[in-house]
T-cell receptor, first 111, second 110 residues
Framework: KQEVTQIPAALSVPEGENLVLNCSFT??????LQWFRQDPGKGLTSLLL?????REQTSGRLNASLDKSSGRSTLYIAASQPGDSATYLC??????????FGKGTLLTVNP | DAGITQSPRYKITETGRQVTLMCHQT?????MFWYRQDLGHGLRLIYY???????DKGEVPDGYVVSRSKTENFPLTLESATRSQTSVYFC?????????FGPGTRLTVT
């Protein structure tokens, strides 16, 4: 059974700081990995999708890396802004596109 | 361009009642999913469907029933609601690469 751990559970940073969110998973037999953002009381917004054959993916100030063999992914956020405050979820994808989620990292960016 | 709609968005029901949560996609993607989100557990897969009339259990299927007679719809039924089924329920659709999530249904069982 896939287990996903996200570290740290919560992070508070001043505006403008670069930061890294970590995700580890126990079963390396994944097809892809998605990073999501969730605002309080809202649904999930997909940020980045990395296929199992890729090492990293970039979108704007976000960069996600994947080391499938070691069961790790990181989400790098450059020049953080207060609008980045949210919970970030990591979800490796297995057979039949089933996602397994970590409990998330709650990010607060202070003005 | 709603993509995925869920109804109702909020529901309060009593223990023992039957409740059906609806999920509709405006595309025609094959795979659809139901997840529940609870504090301390994160999101967990309840059931999924690979196509119309093809469904399978996820991690936490007990107490739930699904059906999929049309590609666009994937209803989730709680046959006899229990307090432990108080949760936020998310429907999701597998796109060409990413999985997309609906806005969620907040269900309270009293």
């Amino acid at each position: 059974k896939q287990e996903v751990t996200q570290i740290p559970a919560a992070l508070s940073v001043p505006e403008g700081e670069n930061l890294v969110l970590n995700c580890s998973f126990t079963d390396s037999a994944i097809y892809n990995l998605q990073w999501f953002r969730q605002d309080p009381g809202k649904g999930l917004t997909s940020l980045l999708l990395i296929q199992s054959s890729q090492r990293e993916q970039t979108s704007g100030r976000l960069n996600a890396s994947l080391d499938k063999s070691s069961g790790r992914s990181t989400l790098y956020i450059a020049a953080s802004q207060p609008g980045d405050s949210a919970t970030y979820l990591c979800a490796p994808g297995g057979s039949n596109y089933k996602l397994t989620f970590g409990k998330g990292t709650l990010l607060t960016v202070n003005p | 361009d709603a993509g995925i709609t869920q109804s109702p968005r909020y529901k309060i029901t009593e223990t023992g009642r039957q409740v059906t949560l609806m999920c509709h996609q405006t595309w025609s993607h094959s795979y659809m999913f139901w997840y529940r989100q609870d504090l301390g557990h994160g999101l967990r897969l309840i059931y999924y469907s690979a196509a119309a009339d093809i469904t399978d259990k996820g991690e936490v299927p007990d107490g739930y029933v699904v059906s999929r007679s049309k590609t666009e719809n994937f209803p989730l039924t709680l046959e006899s609601a229990t307090r432990s089924q108080t949760s936020v329920y998310f429907c999701a659709v597998q796109g060409m690469g990413e999985q997309y999530f609906g806005p969620g249904t907040r269900l309270t069982v009293t």
